[in-house]
């Protein structure tokens, strides 16, 4: 199976589960009837489904090992709340089924091209996709990589060991950890701003940065890569925000001004009243419309569909063609119901 090669979702098994931190787990997906290899750019995500209660629930995850591999490795951390994650971190078992479908993302080494040496700086779970990218380049050995991470305690680095041994065997690899209570270890204490920055990496502006963590903190990043003139055109982000880091986003809540609207979606035989403001997504969700939801933030792409009749508001448009969008596909995470609407998937 070629990852690239497939629209619906494919079955994996679960063939190993630990613990990377007290909250946050790394879990090891596989083909169950062959040893076929998996094709995708380092530093994407792939949107997984869960069993949970009799219905598959997708979230996207990044991929944090190499690719052409017989296996694909990913890391949630606990949300609180949060379905997917606390059903990952506590129930998901070694032989559990899990869906995948298409691995994307434009955060990746191959189309974020490089200038020889790199910066990657990351928080929390944003680790995931750079550590995917480091191991990439580490394989072909002719990047010069400083690895700048930010995290709380060593007892919460995620790959710590990991990172470790990184450190000791590659000469090209930099580790810099950052942290809030560095305890007994040897690693930096404090919190990032301008002049950690620079302290941590005094060449950064001879480098080209990638950058993924909590939102807030790419913003201040960005800040201080702009304070100290840096060429932003050789700083990418992951834009996908919590889910590419291995946590989950939920809907925002709808601003519905009460004036009831219909949403035919002839292909299922479905009519459901919705609200005026509603998000397209949850009036589908909510009809039992099969729509796959794994983002729900405007970036996978996965709950394309059609607006045939009707008027709506989008806020993202992220991975529809041009073409698409004049055919009137949208996401529908994204899109917020303003007339009766007629849908189809």
Known sequence: ?????????????CTEKWHETPDTVSFVLACPENARRFQFKPGQFASLGFEINGKVEYRAYSISTLPDQ????FTVKRVEGGK????????????????LLKPQGAFNNVDCTHRGRVALISAGCGITPVMSMTADWLSRGDVDIVFIHIARDVLNTIYYEELLHLNAVHPSFHL???L???????????????????????DILERTVYLCGPEGFMQDVTTYLEQIGFQMDDCYQEKFSAEAMGMETFSPVSDSSNSPVTVDV?????????????????????????????????????????????QIEFSSQETLSEEEIRSGYVLSCSSRIRSDLKVSL
């Open 84 to 99: 997917v994650s606390n059903h990952v971190v506590d129930s998901l078992n070694s032989g559990d089924i899990v869906q």
């Open 266 to 310: 002839p292909g299922f035989g479905v009519s459901v009243e919705a609200q005026k403001g509603e998000l397209l997504l949850d009036a589908l969700e909510s009809a039992g419309v099969p729509v796959i939801a794994a983002c729900r933030s405007g970036i996978c792409g996965s709950c394309k569909c059609r607006v045939e009749q009707g």
């Open 1 to 13: 199976m070629i990852a690239e090669d497939f629209d619906t979702p494919v079955a994996l098994v």
């Open 176 to 178: 810099k950890l950052l």
């Open 180 to 202: 809030k209570q560095a305890g007994d270890s040897s690693h930096t204490q404090g919190r990032l701003d301008q002049n950690y920055l620079l302290q941590l990496c005094p």
């Open 70 to 73: 017989t296996m694909m490795k």
